[in-house]
């Protein structure tokens, strides 16, 4: 780290007769030193179709409900809960 700090010092006390590129190009080199730039490769992968739209709203109605039925303890919750349960299973 110290280093890194004196490489910048030494480009900012000099700057006033570096011109423009010379600076860019002294930058460029003292990040390539100390953060080198790294590649990486992204895969890009299709979705899936368990995960739709009509999936993913059927399974928030589901926790809504199931939250519902836990926080109440009625009976009518639980059958409600229950038929949203077997929505999501007829959805996958």
């Known amino acids: 780290m110290t280093i890194l700090k004196q490489d910048l010092s030494f480009l900012k006390n000099n700057m006033k007769q570096v011109d423009a590129e010379m600076f860019t190009s002294k930058i460029r080199g ?14 890009d992968r299709t979705s899936s179709p368990r995960f ?3 999936s993913k709203a059927a399974k928030q109605a589901r926790r809504r409900a199931e939250r519902k039925w836990n ?8 059958q409600i809960y229950l038929y949203h349960k ?4 007829g959805i996958n």
């Open 86 to 89: 077997k929505q999501v299973r």
């Open 71 to 78: 926080k109440s303890g009625l009976e009518i919750d639980k």
């Open 30 to 43: 003292v990040m390539d030193n100390h953060a080198p730039q790294k590649s990486r490769t992204v895969t």
């Open 52 to 54: 739709s739209l009509e």
